[in-house]
């Protein structure tokens, strides 16, 4: 079973990258809890790992294939903070740069993620 910090770094590396969104199969639970933060209002949904990679996917299409860098990650028992930037291209509209900087709190039980607290800008 892997730790807390390869779950998440191959996690990162390979899905959230948008390298392997198909991946998710491997690194999360079967369902995930997903608290979100969407105009300061928290809410939380179920996420599967098809759903995860559906998710992925969407960016691509928006974004075309973006960089996701890794500026921090700490980990402390079964959960790992990780802050990121992403850079791509605003394929649906004006093809500018997009940056958004995120971060997110993973938990990890069994070798795979099992619920996470994300906020992005």
């Known amino acids: 079973m892997q730790d807390t910090r390869a779950v998440v770094t191959g996690f ?11 991946a998710a199969e491997r690194y999360f639970a079967p369902r995930v809890l997903a608290h979100q933060l969407v105009a300061e209002a928290p809410y939380a949904l179920e996420r ?6 559906a998710h992925i996917r969407e ?8 960089e ?10 079964d959960k790992a903070y990780a802050r990121w930037t992403q850079t791509g291209r605003d394929l649906a509209g004006s093809g500018e740069t997009v940056r958004q900087i995120g ?9 795979r993620i099992v619920e996470y607290w994300i906020q992005s800008s």
Do not use: I, M, T
């Open 12 to 22: 990162l590396n390979e899905v959230r990258s948008g390298r392997d969104p198909d």
């Open 48 to 53: 599967s790992p098809a759903d995860y990679a």
């Open 59 to 66: 960016f691509l299409r928006d974004y075309g294939a973006f």
């Open 68 to 77: 996701l860098r890794v500026d921090e990650l700490l980990v402390d028992g």
């Open 103 to 111: 971060s997110a709190c993973y938990r990890v039980a069994d070798g």
